[in-house]
């Protein structure tokens, strides 16, 4: 039988490549760790895991179809563990950065129930941060 240790990486599929770097390294804090331009490939590190960007246009990002819109979407939403959080000192950050998110509400997760925040990336994949 498998154990599952926790997620790896995750993989989206973006429009404006720019943008989602802006929006992943500039606000959530994720650094870019490497990059394959020739496959058009950005992984940037978020803690133990990583979040890959593959443009539309790119030779990955192209081989999947249409791109995300208001009529589908790549994931539902990824949660992503904020070390230190509080739900106000989140909120003043996303505020500073002009980001829309939805009230804190308490939710389960893989750490059990605790409070979270729903957000959108530029291409309107959800994000959930918590502690």
Same mark, same amino acid.
């Given at each position: 039988?498998?154990? $599952?240790?926790? $997620?790896? =990486?995750?993989?989206?599929? #973006?429009?404006?490549?720019?943008? !989602? $770097?802006?929006? @992943?390294?500039?606000?959530?804090?994720? &650094? %870019?760790?490497?990059?394959?331009? &020739?496959?058009?490939?950005?992984?940037?590190?978020?803690?133990?895991?990583?979040?890959?960007?593959?443009?539309?246009?790119?030779?990955?990002?192209? &081989?999947?179809?249409?791109?995300?819109? &208001?009529?589908?979407?790549?994931?539902? =939403? %990824?949660?992503?563990? #904020?070390?230190? @959080?509080? !739900?106000?000192?989140?909120?003043? =950050?996303?505020? !500073?950065?002009? $980001?829309?998110?939805?009230?804190?509400?308490?939710?389960?997760?893989?750490?059990?129930?605790?409070?979270? %925040? @729903?957000?959108?990336?530029?291409?309107?994949?959800?994000?959930?941060?918590?502690?």
């Amino acid at each position: 039988m498998l154990s $599952i240790a926790g $997620i790896d =990486h995750v993989v989206l599929r #973006v429009r404006d490549l720019d943008a !989602a $770097i802006a929006f @992943y390294a500039g606000v959530l804090g994720c &650094a %870019i760790e490497k990059r394959n331009d &020739a496959v058009g490939l950005i992984h940037l590190r978020a803690g133990t895991s990583l979040i890959d960007l593959v443009p539309l246009d790119g030779k990955l990002g192209s &081989a999947g179809g249409a791109g995300p819109g &208001a009529e589908g979407r790549n994931v539902d =939403h %990824i949660c992503l563990r #904020v070390e230190r @959080y509080v !739900a106000s000192d989140v909120m003043k =950050h996303l505020d !500073a950065h002009g $980001i829309v998110y939805e009230a804190p509400a308490s939710r389960y997760g893989a750490g059990g129930v605790d409070m979270s %925040i @729903y957000l959108r990336d530029p291409d309107g994949n959800g994000l959930e941060l918590r502690g």
